[in-house]
């Protein structure tokens, strides 16, 4: 790649562009745009996410090539509960925008953009175990930080800081290993009594 | 003034000499001789100049900005400074502070009967020293503080009191920027302790 | 790449199979916690899982349970070898969120203790990767030239890893008298310490040859990723955050983004280098122009008052106290605001309801997306060239798993 000598800074008038075209592009999927603090922000619905994200990769004119950031927000109380924030920028332009959606606490689901950019990969799976949204289309999705058997998801909004979680028993392990690993460990430390 | 995009410079390719053994040895010892000898000489002139501290027998010289355990100030009369307000306890970001405050007849009319700080959470972040109107508790220069049992950690008022001379240089280090009137400079507190 | 035994006779004869070994969670050679499933046939790597979060601490539960200042200390603590910068990290995302900005003074001491910072986390770097390249020598140079900007930590602070120096609209305190001395004093010795480094280990053939080609990557995979900062800057991508979106004081400061031609393990190895070469300019070019002046907004709304006045005057003792219980009360929105983090961009995603506490405090960690790409590094490698690889990735625990 050479574009080591791009531009320094997107000037600030260009921010408002990236949402115009994308008001054009999908007039039915915004859902509201804002740019709070200079920060250009769009809404859009669950729905067109993944074409959105496409889009926003291969646009020539907005070619944001890295995802900086997935998480979400738990707004408890209010309808859809929870949001999904995406950080994109532009590494060739030096732009950047936010996109978000809203996904209700009964169905929890929304596409993965793991096709779209490998990063979100991990930052999913980051999301899926601190708030349970479940990203349809991802490779693997699993808990990253937390271990299997943990109970609930800790980022919600009504998990409580210092809830407490049960004690985990021995993990079973592919079988015949999981007994190799036993008798070997007999072996050496005797039986645990009874 | 900008900044620009360079690219480094690669040293060029390893040649056969670039690998040999002897040569190699003799270009690493000499770096490594050249801290031996210096410190060598320097330890011979009797001014050190490495970097390891014998900790026991010696301890680091701190700068006073050092932020150790939150001690309180006990004044001369041997009671403490603090009026019991509680932001101290509000502003600790772990709540390790616990305090109950009671009456008294002195001019101070409040103080906390029940002072306790739980060490084994306390960070040293500082914001207690920071938080307190009074400069009635301040970030003294102790951290060995390890105890053989968890309730060792918990330390209660009569342990937390430090009176006020030990912790001049600390009070002179937050007062930089500012003169308290109603309190006595460290020479003029000197002077008092040397009449009694 | 052809994965299997090169001599094809030997693999009719052998019955061989894939073998699963464990690198981690502690293992001496990585200076991260981090478990690295293998699956190797002879030495070569088929495949490879990485698994993080052995040090996740619920980072932004916590923060989200404290006021807002309260959360500083706990970004001290995410990446612990640059502590600094996480909390300017921080405070300019909430400053952002609230509108205001800290004094120039104030800029220019955070543009330096983020360089200092800067310094500590590369002398960690590399001290470390030489050590897991088994020399000893570099190591203990990197980290008596650490201690030297530990000592300046210490000066501007009180601490030395755990720094919690920079509040929302200002700092924690002035500088001590005799700092700029102080500052170009123990940068001065650390750089020489590291001269030492750069002779024992740039042209070590040892070194090199372990080094030169390993871990490569093509810069848009990297992208994909989310890589960013050395490693980026490794293969050939000048994005550097002080430069592509100037924060602080760094659009009036003179330096150089390096950048790598070949994007292996060497090529992070020198961008490194030299990056803390220019945090050494940068520093020096901040405390010649150093203004004067406060370091503290004097707001009540956002800043403690300054102490003198909380023990003299009612007004701003009413103040003090309204601030540390009630907290500071931003606008309701959301902000991101990303920094130059030693590992790459750090972003900060704050979101207010307009209370004392942050509704969300996200923390968008470089170490997290760098170690992401690490399986795809590695992959068809040689099981020794995973040490050098994880190193120059530099994963740190603390801020990866948070
Ligand atoms: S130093 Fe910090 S953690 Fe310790 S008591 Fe004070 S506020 Fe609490
Ligand atoms: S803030 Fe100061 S005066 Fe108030 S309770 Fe704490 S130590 Fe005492």
Redesign the pocket.
């Known amino acids: 790649m050479s574009d080591g000598e791009q531009a320094p800074s997107a000037a600030p008038a260009a921010e408002p562009a990236v949402l115009a075209r994308l008001r054009v592009r999908f007039p039915d999927a915004i859902v509201g745009t804002h740019a709070y603090r200079g920060d250009a922000t769009a809404e859009i619905t669950p729905a067109a996410l993944l074409d959105v994200c496409t889009f926003l990769r291969d646009d020539p004119g907005l070619r944001f090539d890295f995802l900086a950031d997935v998480t979400a927000v738990d707004y408890l109380g209010s309808m859809p509960r929870f949001e999904l924030v995406y950080h994109l920028r532009s590494i060739v332009q030096g732009h950047r925008v936010r996109v978000k959606t809203r996904v209700s606490e009964e169905s929890p689901r929304v596409a993965s953009v793991t096709s779209v950019w490998r990063g979100a990969n991990w930052l999913e799976r980051e999301t899926y175990d601190m708030y349970g949204i479940v990203f349809e289309g991802h490779p693997d999705l699993r808990r990253i930080y937390l271990y299997e058997e943990f109970q609930g998801y800790p980022l919600r909004k009504d998990y409580p800081k210092e809830k407490r979680q049960p004690l985990v028993t021995v993990r079973d392990v592919a079988p015949e290993q999981g007994e190799r690993t036993v008798a070997r460990e007999q072996q050496r430390y005797g039986r645990w009594p009874d | 003034m900008a900044s620009r995009v360079v690219t480094v410079e690669r040293p060029p390719r390893l040649r056969a000499v670039d690998t040999m053994g002897p040569l190699l040895i003799v270009r690493g010892l000499l770096v490594t001789a050249r801290h031996f000898f210096r410190n060598l000489f320097a330890f011979m002139r009797g001014r050190r100049t490495i970097a390891t501290i014998l900790y026991p027998e010696e301890k680091m010289a701190w700068s006073p900005a050092m932020r150790g355990m939150p001690v ?1 100030v006990q004044m001369e009369n041997g009671k ?10 509000w ?1 600790c970001p772990v709540d390790c ?1 616990t ?1 109950y ?1 009671a009456e008294t007849a002195d001019e101070i009319e409040r103080y ?1 009967e029940i ?1 306790d700080i739980d060490m084994s959470r306390c960070m040293f972040c500082g914001f ?1 020293e920071e ?7 301040v970030m003294s220069q102790r951290v060995a503080i390890a105890t053989t049992e968890w309730r060792g950690s918990l330390w209660h008022k009569r342990d937390l009191l430090v009176p006020v001379h030990e912790l001049d240089p600390r009070l002179r280090y937050i007062r930089r920027g500012y003169d308290r009137p109603d309190v006595p400079t460290p020479a003029q507190t000197a002077e008092r302790l040397e009449k009694r | 790449m052809d994965a299997g035994p090169t001599n094809p006779s030997l693999t009719n004869d052998l019955h061989t199979q894939p073998m699963e070994i464990q690198m981690g969670p502690s293992h001496p050679s990585t200076h991260g916690t981090v478990k690295i499933t293998l699956k190797l046939d002879g030495e070569r790597i088929l495949d490879s899982e990485v698994e993080v979060g052995y040090l996740h601490r619920g980072f932004e539960k916590e923060c989200e349970s404290g006021e807002w200042y309260q959360a500083i200390p706990y970004t001290d603590r995410l990446n612990y070898a640059s502590p600094m910068i996480n909390n300017v990290g921080y405070c300019l995302a909430a400053e952002k969120l609230f509108g205001v900005e800290a004094p120039p003074r104030a800029q220019y001491l955070r543009t330096i203790a983020s360089e200092l910072s800067r310094m500590a986390d590369h002398f960690t770097c590399i001290g470390a990767s030489a050590l897991e390249l088994a020399a000893l020598t570099p190591f203990l140079y990197c980290v008596q030239a650490r201690e030297q900007i530990y000592d300046l930590h210490e000066s501007l602070c009180g601490a030395r890893v755990t720094t919690n120096y920079v509040r929302i609209g200002g700092l924690q305190s002035d500088l001590q008298p005799g700092f700029a001395e102080l500052c170009r004093e123990k940068v001065a010795a650390a750089l020489t310490l590291f001269g030492d480094v750069d002779e024992l280990l740039t042209k070590n053939p040892i070194f090199r040859e372990r080094m030169e080609g390993t871990g490569t990557l093509p810069a848009d995979a990297l992208i994909a990723y989310g890589v960013t900062g050395p490693l980026l800057r490794a293969a050939g991508v000048g994005f550097d955050v002080r430069r592509a979106e100037p924060y602080l004081v760094y659009d009036r400061l003179d330096f150089e983004v390096p950048v790598g031609s070949r994007g292996d393990n060497y090529d992070r190895y020198l961008v490194r280098f030299e990056e803390l070469r220019q945090s050494a300019r940068i520093i020096e070019q901040a405390l010649r122009d150093l203004p004067d002046g406060p370091v503290d907004l004097d707001d009540p709304r956002f800043r403690w008052p300054a102490k003198g006045k909380v023990f003299n005057r009612m007004e701003e003792l009413i103040d003090q106290f309204k601030l540390v219980t009630e907290g500071m009360r931003p606008p309701a929105g959301e902000v991101y605001q990303a920094v130059e983090g030693a590992n790459g961009e750090l972003g900060f995603y704050l979101v207010s309801n307009g209370t004392g506490k942050p509704w969300k405090c996200r923390c968008r960690a470089p170490s997290f997306s760098n170690t992401q790409a690490l399986r795809d590094m590695i992959q068809g490698a040689l099981l020794a060239d995973v040490v050098p690889t994880f190193d120059m990735v530099n994963m740190i625990g603390g801020e990866c798993d948070r």
């Open positions: 309180l403490e400074r603090c009026v019991a307000c509680g932001l101290c306890e502003a502070i305090i405050p906390p002072f207690c938080a307190c109107p009074e400069e009635a508790i």
